[in-house]
């Protein structure tokens, strides 16, 4: 089992940032994937961003590149979503996610999961 526990939500204002951050315990060397998923109300699940662990190849949303990055801090088994340039339609709860299998964009794939974090983004 992994366990993930993110952190770092909040509220803020349009053109702002923020960083969340994801603890990562368990067998986490069986992980092949990790990344962040969010979803708005009344709306599906949704990919934002992962890390390969094997080739440090990160993948990014359309709607998130250029604004947000997953750095990693090994030693710790910490990953985080640096939120830069947020807009109100980033408003929504982040999941932080792990896979054995090395699937990246499909969310419903990811075997692991956090409780998930609140991100707000005024206008």
């Known amino acids: 089992q992994v366990q993930l526990v993110e952190s770092g939500g909040g509220l803020v204002q349009a053109g702002g940032s923020l960083r969340l951050s994801c603890a990562a315990s368990?067998?986490?060397?069986?992980?092949?994937?990790t990344g962040w998923a969010r979803q708005a109300p009344g709306k599906e699940r949704e990919f934002v961003a992962a890390?390969?662990?094997?080739?440090?190849?990160?993948y990014y949303a359309d709607s998130v590149k250029g604004r947000f990055t997953i750095p990693t801090d090994n030693a710790k088994r910490m990953i985080y979503l640096q939120m830069n340039s947020l807009k109100p339609e980033d408003t929504a709860v982040y999941y932080c996610?792990?896979?054995?299998?090395?699937?990246?964009?499909?969310?419903?794939?990811?075997?692991?999961w956090g409780q998930g974090t609140q991100v707000t983004v005024s206008s």
């Open positions: 890390i390969a662990w094997s080739a440090d190849t990160t």
């Open positions: 368990g067998r986490t060397f069986s992980t092949v994937v």
């Open positions: 996610m792990a896979s054995t299998t090395g699937v990246v964009y499909r969310v419903r794939a990811y075997e692991y």
